[in-house]
Each structure stands twice: as C-alpha cells, then as structure tokens.
C-alpha cells in the first residue's frame, strides 16, 4: 500500500511540474497476458524539424471542410513507420534525426467491451512523448526503455478513433541518459502498442515469489483496481497443487505465505517455470512463473543455497545486422542464443530495460538478468526533475519485472563519480526499487578503480557502496589502462566483504584483422585476444570475484566514436562482429565459462 501511495505522490508532482499536464498512470502488471488489440503496424508520420506540429495542431487530423479552408501539416499520404521500430533504421534520410516525430493511426474501438476499462499501452517510445486521443492530448511521458498506460475507457468514440503521438529524441542535459552516451540515440515508437481491456474491478498487480531463503513458501501480493475489502482472490499453481483463497484488505490488497512441496526452483541449468493463475470475481491472469532463493551471505551469491558465479555478458538492444533496434521475439532468439554459445548464465542488459520478449525468453533459457536504467555518466545528480524522473523509471522497470525470477539485480547506477549530490540521487534510486521490491539485489558500476603504488593493490574509495548487495567494476585494462605491473601481479582489494562482479572490461577489433599483438591501434584481433587473456590472469587476484561481464556480445553502432578504418561509427569491443562472426576472443571466453560452469557443478 505505502508503494501505491508514493506512486501516487510522485505522479501527482510529475505532472504538477508539468503545469498540470497529464502524465501516464500506473501500470497493469503482464499486460501482454490480458485481452489486448495490438496497434503495432504502419503509422503514418510527419518529420516536424523545426517544431511546428502543435502549433499546427497536427494532431487534430483535420481535413477542409470548405473551399477555404487548407492545412499545410496532414499526415494523408505522408511518410509512413512501421511500429514497433526505431525511425533512424527506416528511413536514410533519418539515421542520424534527433527531434520530433509525429505518428498517426485510427483505430477502432474493439466491440464487446462496453463494461470493460479500456487502456493504451505503450511498451517504449523514444524518448518523450505526448498522446493525444481524437485531438485532445490525454497523457505525456518520459523515458525512452520503459512502458506507461493511459486510461481510455471514457474517451472512445464509437467506430473510428485518431491517435496521434508527439515522439521527441532530443538529447538534453536533464534526461537520463543526458547529452552524450555510448550508443545509438534511436528513436520512435520502438516498442508493441496495445489497446488492453479489462473488468471493471480488476486486478491490477501481483506479485508472486519464491521466499529469498525458503524453497517451501511462495509469498503472493495481489492488488485489486479498487480499494474494496472481503474481495475474495484465488492464486492457482496446478502442477504444485497450489489453489490459495485470500482476501483483500480495505485497500484492495490481498496477501499470502503459501506452503509448498516438491517445488522444483528455476536454475540456468533447469529453468523451470510453473503455470500460474491469478483469480479474482470478475477478472483472471495467466502466467508462467519461476520460483528461486536468491541472497547474498558474506562474498558469495547464492542461487538456490549454493554459491554462484555470474558467467555474464551485455548487449544492447540493437541487431547490428540490421543496424536498428531490436524490438521482437525473433530479435532475442538471434541474441540471446549467442549469449548461450557462449556459456553464459547471466546477461547484464545494457543499459536500460530492454524489451519484455528478451526479458521473457532470457528467463525461459536460463540466464539470470542484470536490468538497469541509464543512469550513465554525465547525470545532472543536483536537478531534482531529474532524480524524480530517474525515479519514476526505476519504479516502471520494476513493477513490469518483479514477477520474473530470472531478474537478479536491480542496476541502480553505471560510472558515476562519488558527490553528496549522487549519493542522495542512488539512495533515492535504491529507495524506489525497495518500495516496490526489496528482495532483489541492488548493484551499481562503478569505474574509479586505481592502482595504489604504496599498497601496490587495485582500491577503490567510495562510500556509496555501503547501501548495494554487490558491487560492480567497469575495469578496461590493456585497453583504457596501461597495465602498472603485470597481469598476474595485479592484486585486488575492493569491495572486500561484499561480492564483486567486473561488469565490463575489453577491447576494441576489426573482425578478420590480424597481427601486432603488442599495439592498440592494430585493431586486431589478436590484441584483443591477448588482452582477454591478460584480464582472465588478474581475475585470479581478485579474491571476492563472483562474476565476470566482459563488454559485450555484439559490437554496436554509436555516434560515440568515429574510426574511418574501422567502418565508421561502431565500437568494436564485441567478441562477434556486426556481421554475426565470432572473434578470438570469444573463443577465450567461452573456454574460461565452461571452466567455471564445471567448477560451479563441482562444488554443489
Ligand atoms: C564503459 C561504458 C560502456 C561503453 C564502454 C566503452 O565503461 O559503461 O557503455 O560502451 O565503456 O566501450 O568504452
């Protein structure tokens, strides 16, 4: 309940600061297992460079009615996007466009929902956005990877319906992330838009786990749309014989410990997930759901009571094939089975939420997640819209995926330096996440890691870590860093105490370059594959090291960089190229994760 209050709260100063504007509401948890109409397909678009859309009222559609009137803006016979997808990918003439675009479709209303509510749901737009239904703007939003719901129910014209969206990219020094950022600033409608209809009362949330420590009890939350008390709530697992009563409280909220037998818990090495439903007078929800224990004790993270290590690896949400964002099932199939080649049991998903068809498959295939939003350097950690907004993303990136079991850790920051001004924005950030779910666990990167000629030791000096599960290090020796003594002279002494994970470390080569081993500015893939050899050396020296992420998969487009011999704006740090070729170095690296996957067997 204390969750839903600050929801509330929040919205409530968001769309203050927005001059009373309206904002998007709270979401629906698992809209996708809900009846829905998809609005994905051809939109028509308007390129609005010099922002002339709204005061054109573009979104009003209109059309002349007399032979004086005309509009100069109209979207008939116009450009057209599809949707789910970014525009730089769609269009030449857009690959590098960061400004607004307006999008417009009719829709009809769905028959038969006459007693049902009815909402908008947008997976992604990026990065801003305004929504107007039939002319009249009826909710805005920002945050380029999370989703956000408007409420239609009353708004709906019977038959044709206009939906316009203004989508705006524009880097500016208050979003998250800010002015410059390692990756393609793509934007557009980039994920599925849905028209979701539920009953009147409905359940609006749920929350089912595995207890952190207890393989016997699944703990369930189930929070009605209305807060109405003795509103009976059942929750179904057939296969563990589970069919629970509960009854909600005077707010709408029903709660549970159920015990259970002979579960199996979810594992990358068995990923099993249970058939669960979650009932209620007028409204049911289906899903599949995975139970684990999941905590950290001393150095160590156990996965279902043993000690783990993270066999990680990071990817953005980009098929560099097609040069786009990536958007659909088939999209994770292609990336999250290079991620299985090559032995890993984790992806760190870099660095914002991605969509739910990887986060869904990723746990169907046993990998266990690492999701963050893009809090990446270049923060402006004393805006207090900015904290509110970083706040706001956080909370959507949790309450679509607490109930995934795979979803490890909350990533609450990537390579920030220590201030009072960012220790109070992560502390608010880890506040976020805890009020909505406080059994994950909370990791940040960091990347201010030197070396100590006195103690002749890697340190780090930063008190934030005190409020995080397991801290992270971005460490790119070979690369960024000159080696100070050897690779296996490179002692650790960070974070000691708490488990430590390198979340990234690499490299840059051309797939195909060969030679000089020894120079950087080869390129090639032999300096790469010595350098991953040399940082797998220092992994030995770092004693609390219970995972490894190197940096990345694929290698990725970004503005970020210009290498004219290396094809332009790429960063060429994956271990498989753009073209989908595997270097030496993931030759590497799959050898050293099938090494500890044994290890990790051996032990439990
Ligand atoms: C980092 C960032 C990552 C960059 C990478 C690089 O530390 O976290 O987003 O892409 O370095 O390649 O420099």
């Given amino acids: 309940m204390k969750q839903r209050f600050y929801l509330y709260l929040l919205l409530f100063v968001l769309c203050g600061m927005g001059g009373g504007r309206l904002c998007a509401q709270e979401l629906l948890t698992n809209v996708y297992g809900r009846h829905y109409v998809s609005l994905n397909g051809e939109w028509n678009v308007i390129v609005d460079l010099y922002g002339q859309g709204r005061r054109m009222q573009v979104y009003k559609n209109r059309k002349p009615t007399d032979n004086k009137q005309f509009y100069e803006y109209s979207f008939d016979r116009g450009l057209i996007l599809n949707v789910p997808g970014d525009w730089n ?48 703007e009826i909710a805005s939003h920002e945050g380029g990877f999370t989703p956000f719901q408007v409420e239609v129910t009353d708004k709906l014209a019977e038959g044709d ?36 209809s539920v009953p009147q009362v409905h359940i609006a949330d749920y929350f089912v786990q595995l207890d952190k420590y207890r393989k016997d009890v699944i703990h369930a939350t189930v929070t009605l749309s209305e807060a109405k008390a003795h509103q009976t709530v059942q929750i179904l697992i057939p296969e563990l014989k589970v069919r629970t009563t509960l009854e909600t409280d005077m707010n709408g909220v029903a709660q549970a410990s159920i015990p259970v037998k002979k579960l199996q818990r979810w594992s990358p090495e068995m990923p099993k997930l249970y058939d669960v439903s979650v009932v209620s007078d007028q409204d049911r929800v289906d899903e599949k759901i995975g139970f684990r224990n999941l905590y950290v004790k001393g150095e160590n993270i156990y996965l279902n009571g043993h000690p783990v290590f993270l066999r990680s690896i990071s990817f953005h949400e980009e098929i560099p094939q097609r040069s786009g964002r990536a958007f659909s099932e088939t999209d994770a199939v292609m990336l999250l089975s290079e991620a299985k080649a090559l032995g890993a049991n984790m992806i760190r998903l870099a660095h914002y939420p991605q969509n739910e068809y990887t986060v869904r498959l990723a746990e169907k295939m046993g990998f266990l997640l690492w999701e963050e939003i893009p809090i990446w350097q270049g923060i402006d950690f004393k805006n207090d819209a900015t904290r509110l907004k970083a706040g706001n993303m956080i909370a959507e990136m949790v309450q679509r995926d ?41 990791v940040a990167a960091f990347d201010l890691v030197f070396f100590d000629r006195q103690t002749q030791k890697f340190e780090m000096n930063d008190t934030i870590t005190n409020i995080l599960d397991v801290v992270a290090v971005n460490k790119y020796m070979g690369w960024y860093h000159d080696w100070p003594v050897s690779p296996d002279k490179a002692i650790w002494n960070v974070a000691s105490g708490k488990p430590l994970i390198i979340s990234e470390f690499g490299g840059e080569a051309l797939y195909g370059k060969h030679g000089e081993a020894e120079k950087k500015s080869s390129w090639s893939e032999d300096y790469q ?9 220092m992994f030995e020296n770092i004693p609390n090291l219970r995972g490894t992420s190197p940096w990345i998969l694929f290698d990725f487009r970004s503005p970020f960089r210009f290498h004219p011999n290396q094809g332009g704006e790429w960063n060429r740090k994956g271990l498989v190229s753009d073209q989908g070729q595997r270097k030496k ?20």
């Fill in 529 to 537: 594959a010595q350098l991953y050899k040399d940082n797998l050396k």
């Fill in 402 to 442: 607490k109930n995934r079991c795979a979803l490890s850790f909350w990533g609450i920051a990537n390579e920030t330096a220590t201030s009072e001004p960012r220790n109070e924005f992560l502390k608010y950030m880890k506040k976020r996440c805890v009020e909505i779910d406080s059994t994950r666990l909370i």
């Fill in 161 to 196: 319906n206009f939906l316009a969206l203004e989508v705006n990219n524009t880097r500016t020094v208050d979003a998250i992330p800010a002015m410059s950022f390692d990756w393609w600033n793509y934007g557009g409608i980039t994920r599925d838009v849905m028209l979701v």
């Fill in 89 to 136: 990918s769609q269009m030449p003439e857009l690959k590098y466009y960061e400004g607004t675009v307006w999008y417009g479709r009719y829709f009809q209303r769905p028959a038969n929902v006459e007693d049902e509510r009815l909402y908008l749901y947008f997976g992604a737009v990026s990065y801003r956005c305004k929504v107007y239904l039939n002319g009249e």
């Fill in 585 to 604: 170095a993931w030759y590497i690296m799959n050898e050293y994760y099938k090494q500890k996957r044994l290890e990790d067997l051996s032990n439990n």
